[in-house]
């Protein structure tokens, strides 16, 4: 999933070490008891998607996915992906189907229903911090 992820996104997580390590020590204690779902979906010999669960009381919280991408843009690997993974859980009993955080195309054309995301950040007030909280204003004000 990390090249194919990195393939896709510049600043894919799986460029840090830490985040690669906390999640294979997250995949490994959990997913026997099936709090993670991973899948490998291929297509003949060719793997075209990896795709990352947190399921939880029967929710399917996705979290990541690595895709091969085609350069012919009627082949969608990630619509297929996610399609044979919703048939997976809807198979199981799951009441819901999560994509969580972030607009992107695939979660508009495969959802029937969205949420706003709400952000809170909780922090004590230093130097560095407060110095971090200008820098945003600002560029948000020349962004605007």
Same mark, same amino acid.
């Not at 779902?37 to 919280?61: D, E, P, V």
């Given at each position: ?19 690669v390590k906390f999640?294979?020590?997250? $995949? ?7 709090? $993670?779902?991973?899948?490998? $979906? ?13 399921? $939880? ?28 993974? &919703? ?12 994509? &969580? ?25 230093r130097f560095l ?16």
């Amino acid at each position: 999933a990390g090249l194919l992820h990195q393939e896709r996104w510049g600043d894919s997580g799986f460029k840090n070490d830490n985040f690669v390590k906390f999640h294979q020590t997250l $995949i490994r204690q959990n997913h026997r008891d099936g709090q $993670i779902t991973f899948f490998k $979906i291929s297509f003949g010999n060719q793997t075209i998607a990896y795709l990352y669960f947190f399921s $939880i009381n029967k929710i399917a919280y996705f979290y990541l996915q690595g895709i091969l991408y085609f350069e012919n843009g009627k082949l969608k690997s990630g619509l297929v992906a996610h399609a044979l993974a &919703m048939q997976y859980f809807i198979d199981n009993g799951y009441k819901k189907y999560d994509f &969580m955080g972030g607009h992107s195309q695939y979660k508009v054309q495969l959802s029937n229903q969205t949420r706003q995301l709400e952000t809170l950040i909780i922090r004590n007030r230093r130097f560095l911090l407060a110095l971090e909280d200008d820098a945003r204003k600002i560029k948000q004000w020349i962004k605007n």
